[in-house]
């Protein structure tokens, strides 16, 4: 069974500042693949990157950055100078590599952790 | 925007009823899924469709059903409703069944159940 784990319920910052999501996860499995999502109030869920166990190598795409640990099983989210529009909740997320295709390409989600960014 | 679109926004419904929710997947997305979350919650996987067919189920009760068509939209039947199955339901598409492809959501549909 996949598990993960957001140990941070909420997070508020000043706008401006850097902000870390952690994420933890466990699986069995040597092939999966995680996943972070933003959800504003309005409800849907926002892709924002995603990122294959055999593949460590970190990255940065504008504000956002990305750090996965194998070791510690950890893929932590980091907003370098936050801004109000940033305010969401962002959920951590995992699925794992099937031989077959039962059980189809599911979602394990995090609880998530609710960002609030003030002026 | 993710191109996933549901139907109804918002709707009420009484115990013991029966709900149908709406999906249309995105364009070239041949798999759709459905997850139930609940306030403060994340998301939990009900069940995904892939050509018509259910291949993967969560651990949802038998009154919980789908159906994908041929053009890959996809419905979520809810009978019986219960308290408890008032949350937030989210369609989501992605370009295969296998694990691994990135999996868009559209922007829900929340249920009330009094």
């Known amino acids: ?119 | 925007e993710t191109g996933v679109t549901q139907s109804p926004t918002h709707l009420i419904k009484t115990r013991g009823q029966q709900v149908t929710l709406r999906c249309s997947s995105q364009s070239g997305h041949n798999t759709v899924s459905w997850y139930q979350q609940a306030l403060g919650q994340g998301p939990q996987f009900i069940f995904q469709y892939y050509r018509e067919e259910e291949n993967g189920r969560g651990n949802f009760p038998p009154r919980f059903s789908g159906l994908q068509f041929p053009n890959y939209s996809s419905e979520l039947n809810v009978n019986a409703l219960e308290l408890d199955d008032s949350a937030l339901y989210l369609c989501a598409s992605s370009p295969g069944q296998s694990s691994g492809n990135t999996i868009y959501f559209g922007e829900g549909s929340w249920l009330t159940v009094v």
Do not use: H, M
């Not at chain 1, 957001?6 to 000043?14: F, L």
């Not at chain 1, 190598?57 to 801004?83: L, M």
């Open chain 1, 1 to 119: 069974a996949q598990k993960v784990t957001q140990a941070q319920t909420e997070i508020s910052v000043v706008e401006k500042e850097d902000v870390t999501l952690d994420c933890v996860y466990e699986t069995r499995d040597t092939t999966y693949y995680l996943f972070w999502y933003k959800q504003p109030p309005s409800g849907e869920l926002v892709f924002l990157i995603r990122r294959n166990s055999f593949d460590e190598q970190n990255e940065i795409s504008g504000r956002y950055s990305w750090n996965f640990q194998k070791s510690t099983s950890s893929f932590n989210f980091t907003i370098t100078a936050s801004q109000v529009v940033d305010s969401a909740v962002y959920f951590c997320a995992l699925s794992v590599r099937k031989l077959n295709t039962g059980g189809g390409n599911k979602l394990t989600f995090g609880t998530g952790t609710q960002l609030k960014v003030e002026l």
